[in-house]
């Protein structure tokens, strides 16, 4: 029986409620998603649940607007009292209202596309929507939902479950330094804020990115930092002369740096040292990401003063709940400052939600294990077929010393393989019996056309098309994030794709 049954249009993966990947199986579906196309969303049972507010979420928040007599409303379902708070903000005070709903925090405001765009959009940014589990957990109370299936959930004090895990990749962190969020994104938000904060009243307020990163994170450098001016990119990770003349150019202004480890897509890992010996010469602070490839395989907090990053992936590989991880390098000139600032920024993550991660934060190191026996064949397969232009992974020569020097181990190398074509994309990605859908560090090999599901604003138009590939991106670029199934099945299943 075949690892690769196939999977219909708007399938979730996994088959949970509570799934973060949804399967999106021909390239016309990819682009009826994106251009919100009624033909592909009636089959949408769900989505990645920053992009795709959640059928129970829907479900909630209309209970809440016929109880309220909100009728020709839309209603905003915030992760807590602070975020529907900083929604308001957002969205302007006198244009919105609270609904007072006991144990939900609620933000309401006349139908409005606009008005409504620009909430799921900052919500979407900074990782502020309930929780999928928490919607349902309101329902049940509400009695409009029995109760749950059972599922597996840590019986005791999940919290300190997780960080005893953390521990492992953070050693010498103390309770207060590792601190849990409701998705990655939420992270980055909340080092981002953080460090404003500090660094404002020293008269630095601008940020630099390094290279490309996840387009959330570049959202919130270009639009939360206090003027047009203070957004800076970096295009090339590995040049570091480059971004000694952004910090020279802005001396004394620099508040901090944002980088991934590696990068998304391209998987390019920087001098994480010389990155920070500069950072803390010019009085930078430094925020890394390690999600690509999981902070259980890089040691980067020596190099960082705050580590913010996705505990979706791999910690929770299961694939069902999202979660973030903020941690304080205790050791960095501002580590007691910064720990004052992030806490209350950090959204918690909804109770069964961190009971549920404490259960599949155990099976990290032997997943990790299956995934790094699997990449490198496929890497290998990937690289030597002749119809594959490029590929692209954690040990690509570009960085591959760079990579090793953070790596816990030679062979820690993550899920993630990115490849281009010499053919055409649809012909190859509608043959393709691989899941297929968003997301990555799961149990289950997911494969996906990033630049469509990420940049679908880029690549739809000739501009944009011209702008990635100054960026050196293609905008066919296919991630693969390979799971635990057979590896042979994997690299089969290519192989037919690719044809001889």
Request: aromatic share 6%; net charge neutral; glycine share 8%.
């Amino acid at each position: 029986m075949s690892a690769f049954p196939p999977r219909p249009l708007g399938q979730r993966i996994p088959p949970s409620l509570h799934a973060v990947s949804c399967s999106l199986p021909t390239m016309r579906d990819v682009r009826g998603y994106e251009e919100k196309d009624p033909a592909v969303f009636r089959h949408m049972t769900s989505g990645y649940p920053r992009f795709v507010v959640h059928p129970l979420l829907h479900e909630l928040a209309a209970d809440v607007a016929q109880r309220h007599g909100l009728a020709g409303h839309t209603l905003w379902l915030a992760s807590s009292a602070a975020m529907a708070e900083r929604l308001s903000g957002h969205l302007g005070a006198s244009r919105v209202r609270r609904v007072p709903e006991p144990g939900l925090h609620v933000v309401a405001h006349p139908a409005d596309p606009e008005l409504a765009a620009r909430a799921k959009t900052f919500l979407q940014n900074v990782g502020g929507f309930l929780s999928s589990r928490a919607a349902e957990d309101a329902l049940v109370r509400l009695g409009r939902r029995p109760r749950p299936e059972p599922e597996a959930l840590f019986a005791g004090d999940a919290l300190a479950e997780v960080r005893r895990h953390l521990r492992t990749a953070f050693p010498g962190t103390a309770d207060a330094d590792l601190l849990i969020a409701n998705c990655g994104m939420n992270a980055i938000d909340a080092a981002f804020r953080a460090i404003t904060e500090l660094q404002a009243p020293r008269g630095r307020t601008v940020w630099i990115q390094l290279g490309w990163l996840y387009l959330d994170t570049i959202a919130i450098l270009q639009k939360f930092t206090p003027a047009p001016g203070d957004y800076v990119h970096v295009g090339q990770v590995f040049d570091l002369a480059a971004l000694e003349a952004v910090l020279v150019r802005h001396a004394g202004r620099v508040a901090g740096i944002v980088a991934e480890v590696p990068t998304n897509p391209l998987i390019q890992t920087p001098d994480v040292p010389g990155l920070a010996a500069l950072a803390r010469r010019h009085g930078a602070r430094v925020v890394l990401d390690p999600s690509i490839a999981s902070a259980f395989n890089l040691e980067v907090l020596p190099h960082a003063d705050i580590v913010a990053s996705s505990l979706t992936k791999y910690a929770a590989s299961a694939g069902d709940l999202t979660a973030g991880l903020v941690v304080v390098n205790p050791a960095g000139p501002d580590a007691a400052a910064l720990r004052a600032a992030v806490t209350p920024k950090v959204e918690p993550l909804h109770g069964r939600d961190l009971a549920r991660l404490a259960v599949e934060i155990a099976a990290a190191p032997r997943v990790l294990a299956r995934l790094h026996a699997s990449v490198p064949p496929v890497a290998a397969f990937l690289a030597a077929h002749p119809g594959v232009r490029d590929v692209f992974w954690a040990l690509h020569p570009d960085s591959r010393a760079n990579y090793l020097r953070l790596a816990r181990a030679p062979d820690a190398v993550g899920a993630m393989i990115t490849f281009t074509l010499r053919g055409p994309l649809e012909q190859f990605y509608d043959r393709l019996r691989l899941p297929k859908g968003p997301s990555f560090g799961m149990e289950t090999t997911l494969i996906c056309p990033f630049m469509y599901l990420a940049h679908y604003d880029l690549v739809s138009t000739a501009a944009g098309r011209d702008a990635l590939a100054k960026e050196g991106l293609d905008p066919n670029l296919l991630r693969l994030s390979v799971g635990t199934e057979p590896v042979e099945e994997i690299i089969a299943a290519l192989a037919e794709a690719l044809g001889p």
